[in-house]
Structures are given as C-alpha cells and as structure tokens.
C-alpha cells in the first residue's frame, strides 16, 4: 500500500519560502499534484507533474512563484514556494496517481487516488 508523506511545512512571513516534500513509499511510477485547502474553502489545485517528470501544471495565483519538481531515485516530489503571499496560507497535500500516462499532468482532485496527510503553511504578513 503506497504512503504519502508531506512535510517542510511551516510558519514564514510574507515574502518568504518554504520548500515542501512529498515521499511515496512502495511503489513508483506515479503521476504526482500538489493541492491545498484553506479554512472554509474547498480544496485547490496548487501544481503537478508528469509521471516522466517533462510536464508541469501551475494555479495562475501561484505561477512564477511556485515550482515543483520530482526525483524519481528517490521517490519524492518537492513544491519550492517563494515569495509567499499570506493568502498562501493553507494545510498543502500531496496526491498520486499510479500509472498515468508518462506525460499528462493532472489537475484535478478527482484523478488522483492517493493522499497524504497534509502539511501545515502559514504565512504571516
């Protein structure tokens, strides 16, 4: 059974950056997104990638700012958020999709079929 594990998260004044970590555990292969859910919202696309790595999506509220990337050896995918805005403010969940096609990126919750846990980011202004 595959396991998500975020973490990196973290309390930091605007402006500032906070670089997340997602690990899976078992197996490999997974197309990966980064989603995040503020208090009384409705969970968001944040930023995905391609199984292969080649292709990336971004929210328009978080591009330029955010980059994520993945290293397969390792079976982790990182979000790099700079200049963080405090309406960044959110708990951020990383989410897979075993055997995706090598190339498409996901941007909807409704495609991916595991979660981790959530990892806290507030950003104070």
């Known amino acids: 059974q595959v396991q998500l594990v975020e973490s990196g998260g973290g309390l930091v004044q605007a402006g500032g950056s906070l670089r997340l970590s997602c690990a899976a555990s078992?197996?490999?292969?997974?197309?990966m997104g980064w989603f995040r859910q503020a208090p009384g919202k409705e969970r968001e696309f944040v930023a995905a990638?391609?199984?292969?790595?080649?292709?990336?999506s971004y929210a328009d509220s978080v591009k330029g700012r955010f980059t994520m990337s993945r290293d397969n050896a390792k079976n982790t995918v990182y979000l790099q958020m700079n200049s963080l805005k405090p309406e960044d403010t959110a708990v951020y969940h990383c989410?897979?999709?075993?055997?995706?096609?090598?190339?498409?990126?996901?941007?909807?919750?409704?495609?991916?079929?595991?979660w981790g846990q959530g990892t806290q980011v507030t950003v104070s202004s």
């Open positions: 989410a897979a999709r075993f055997l995706a096609p090598a190339l498409v990126v996901l941007t909807s919750p409704r495609d991916y079929d595991r």
């Open positions: 078992g197996r490999t292969s997974y197309a």
């Open positions: 990638i391609a199984r292969s790595g080649l292709s990336t």
